[in-house]
């Protein structure tokens, strides 16, 4: 199936943690993405890279780290996690930036 | 001033009613007007464009631009239990898209 895929799902954690998200695209596009969706729904970016290279980098604490090793990979490295970063965050792909995305699944990410 | 705004509602309809959901956005230089449907534990899903202003059509969903007042709507005909998810409205700028906070819709059988 040509998808966005994000790996885990789930993923419960303690404070201080570092975590790992994971997301892949098989349908070709140049451009990649990472949302976070709080618990108002609110979507916001913290990153997006096309082919490889990062382009937007939302406010964002620098305990978020993303790395694309490929157009098809984008994920996203947390540091020394926070209750407040508990959220479900979202991988997407597009062809053209801005048009037309693609959302994987989301990964529900509590902080205890 | 939030560039987008929608109401969070939540909205509850019986079946079959019309459903009118909306939101303003504050820069009258956007020109893509976009609306996504999120289902319950799912990714947002884009159901809808419309570039400018006007109206277009898709089956049951109509998606409106009204750029005079800078108001966008998406109105739901013969509304379905399956059309129960949020709806996010979103425009395209500085190559990312900016949501507005989505408004819950409950179709109830």
């Known amino acids: 199936d040509t998808a966005v895929s994000q790996t885990p799902k789930y993923l419960v954690t303690q404070m201080g943690n570092d975590k790992s998200i994971k997301c892949e695209q098989n349908?070709?596009?140049?451009?990649m993405y990472w949302y976070k969706q709080d618990s108002k729904k609110f979507l916001k970016i913290m990153f997006s890279?096309?082919?490889?290279?990062?382009?937007i980098n939302e406010t964002v604490p620098n305990r978020f780290s993303p790395k694309s090793p490929d157009k098809a990979h984008l994920n996203l490295h947390i540091n020394s996690l926070e209750l407040g970063d508990s959220a479900v965050y979202f991988c997407?792909?597009?062809?053209?930036?801005?048009?037309?995305?693609?959302f994987g699944s989301g990964t529900r990410l509590t902080v205890v | 001033q939030k560039e987008v705004e929608q109401d969070p509602g939540p909205l509850s309809v019986p079946e079959g009613a019309i459903v009118s959901l909306n939101c303003t956005y504050s820069?009258?230089?956007?020109?893509?007007f976009m609306w996504y449907r999120q289902y319950s534990r799912k990714g947002p899903e884009l159901l809808m464009y419309?570039?400018?202003?006007g109206n277009k059509e898709d089956g049951r969903f109509t998606a409106q631009v009204d750029k005079s007042s800078k108001y966008i709507s998406l109105f739901i005909r013969d509304s379905q239990p399956s059309d129960s998810a949020t709806y996010l409205c979103?425009?395209?700028?500085?190559?990312?898209?900016?949501f507005g906070q989505g408004t819950t819709l409950q179709v109830k059988p």
């Open positions: 820069n009258s230089a956007f020109q893509y």
């Open positions: 419309t570039y400018s202003s």
């Open positions: 997407a792909s597009s062809q053209d930036t801005g048009y037309g995305y693609t």
């Open positions: 349908l070709g596009h140049d451009t």
């Open positions: 979103a425009i395209p700028r500085g190559g990312k898209l900016i």
């Open positions: 890279y096309n082919n490889k290279e990062l382009i």
